[in-house]
């Protein structure tokens, strides 16, 4: 893997992993336009713990007061109690359609329908009122809701983010606390993935790893992460979510009409 390669795949991952524009779809993108192959397992691993801090990184104080006060905080302990309870849903989505999502991978097709999808449901975002309710006014079912949402955006081209934020808004949450539910509750996913992912390391057998480029990669996905998330919050607080409609839109009839066309072939 080329250098330049390896920090491209790893920016694309940490911008698109947390702005409301699908990942996977822009990495599946990215790997039919510019002809750059799936690096492997171990790279996937690595971008994945890149990503995986970027989220401790910006949330550390959200995640310190969970960890440290969900014993004796009645609050933390409920917010702690609904991000374990938001890990099954997405879990056994997983699961059970693992096959049929990993097949969407190969179509460069489905990636545009779904990018459309996506910035319709970024469009959605603008209409929603203001919310009210906060970690205490929070239930299980807005926490499995959110979750499911989560699940559908393991197909290529649907945003995790994009997503749950539409779900925990459409759920009337506060900014705040869809913010802060929705990147949280991508910790176990990310974490969860990373290690299936490193499962496949062992039956595969062993990977030649370019040590430099995948280190490279890895650290352009932490900061490009980081850059996103804070991006995000800043947009999806001024009402801004209109500017990725258009982008996802835009982007997802461009692939669908070069598809049609057969350049991807």
């Known amino acids: 893997m080329a250098l330049w390669e390896a920090i491209l795949l790893g920016v694309v991952q940490g911008l698109t992993e947390f702005l409301p524009v699908s990942s996977s779809g822009h990495l599946v993108i990215t790997q039919f336009v510019l002809g750059v192959k799936q690096p ?10 890149g990503t995986f801090f970027s989220v401790v990184w910006v949330f550390w104080g ?5 960890l440290t006060g969900f014993q004796k905080d009645r609050e933390q302990k409920k917010f702690f109690l609904l991000l374990a309870v938001s890990v099954i849903p997405t879990g056994l989505m997983g699961v059970f359609f ?22 319709t ?9 203001p919310g009210y309710k906060d970690i205490k006014k929070m239930g299980v079912l807005d926490a499995v809701l959110i979750s499911i949402a989560q699940g559908a955006a393991i197909m290529p081209g649907i945003s ?30 990310i974490l969860g993935a990373t290690i299936m992912e490193a ?17 490279v990669a890895t650290i352009a996905a932490f900061l490009a992460g980081i850059v996103a998330i804070k991006t995000f919050i800043l947009l999806l607080k001024a009402r801004k979510f209109k500017y990725f409609s258009y982008y996802t839109w835009t982007l997802g009839a461009l692939v669908i009409l070069v598809s049609m066309l057969g350049i991807f072939q």
């Open 160 to 189: 995790r983010s994009g997503a749950t934020i539409t779900a925990a808004l459409a759920r009337r949450l506060t900014v705040d606390t869809a913010v802060r539910f929705s990147f949280l509750m991508s910790l176990p996913v």
């Open 98 to 119: 693992a096959s049929y999502f990993r097949s969407a991978f190969q179509s460069v097709t489905v990636v545009g329908f779904m990018l459309l999808v996506t910035g």
């Open 199 to 215: 499962r496949d390391i062992f039956s595969e057998g062993a990977e030649v790893i370019p040590v430099i480029p995948y280190t």
């Open 40 to 49: 492997g397992v171990v790279f996937e691993v690595l971008v994945h713990l």
């Open 62 to 66: 959200d995640l310190f007061k969970l």
């Open 121 to 129: 449901l970024l469009w959605l975002i603008q209409r929603f009122p």
